[in-house]
């Protein structure tokens, strides 16, 4: 079987579109995650400036090299506590919701964000009422993807409302919608104690909500100084071989896209990935 495995555009370092294309289809690599912010730096991607056009020339310039748009990267802070803030983002989520199908893609995909401004490591985020105003702000975004016939994708994380795969499927339950789904990043429940037994970890999120998994971001991690630290695929400690055998049978064809993985090491994980993947 083969795998599907892409990469986050803006980690090619690459500033213009055309070359990001030509750099991805000479690596092999058939889809993206695409951050209108951060890889149209020459082109006005703020709120308000969308439209069909806009979606379908960006579109066709990825097509004209058969790669996919995978993902439209829209990471915002979804529980700012600046309230204006937050209603930017969500404001600026639905106008890509809007206009996803334009780009080819059907997901739409954040995080769920920080009870402070700044996203740092807070305790805080793991108390219920963060985690019941992301609750209010998914309802409000898929309420939105639903008049569209597209997706929210949600990933979590080791330090947001979302950090376990419980919490989770507690959210998939609390927003019973098939407009929300999930992008699932292994590495990003990881925790200094939990590494030891991480295929229980994995397997509790392919048991949780391993049905409503649309993307699987591929990175890896190691501990240094106490503390883990991410870095390229296939550099670190994660359990590929573990990982696509649920991966390969539960979700056939998958989007597998590269994340924090950028030159000189792009090669070489894609090459990782595609040995494991096949002898999964």
Known sequence: MIANIGIRAHDTGVPSIENVVNIIANKGLNSVQFALGKSLKDINSELGSLSPGFAQTIRRVFEKKDIQIAVLGCYFNMIHPDY???????????????????????????????????????????????????????????????????????E???????????????LLDLVPSNNLQVIYDPANFI???NFYHQEAVIQEAFNLFGDRMVIVHAKDFIIEDEQIKIVPVG?????????????????PFINILMES????????????????YESA
């Open 84 to 154: 204006n803030q937050r209603r930017k983002g969500m404001d600026r989520f639905k106008e890509h919701l809007r206009f996803a199908r334009d780009f080819g893609c059907s997901i739409v995909g954040t995080e769920t964000g920080n009870v402070q401004a700044e996203i740092v490591y807070t305790e805080e985020n793991f108390a219920e009422k963060p985690f019941l105003e992301v609750v209010e702000s998914v309802k409000e975004l898929v309420e939105e993807a639903e008049k569209f016939g597209v997706i929210v994708g949600i």
């Open 191 to 193: 925790s200094l104690d």
């Open 235 to 251: 550099h670190g400690l994660l359990n590929y071989d573990f990982l696509f055998h649920l991966l390969k049978r539960k979700k």
């Open 261 to 276: 993985t950028k030159e000189p090491y792009i090669d070489e994980s894609l090459a990782f990935l595609i040995d494991k």
């Open 156 to 170: 979590g994380g080791i330090s947001h409302p979302v950090h376990t795969p419980g919490r989770m499927k507690r």
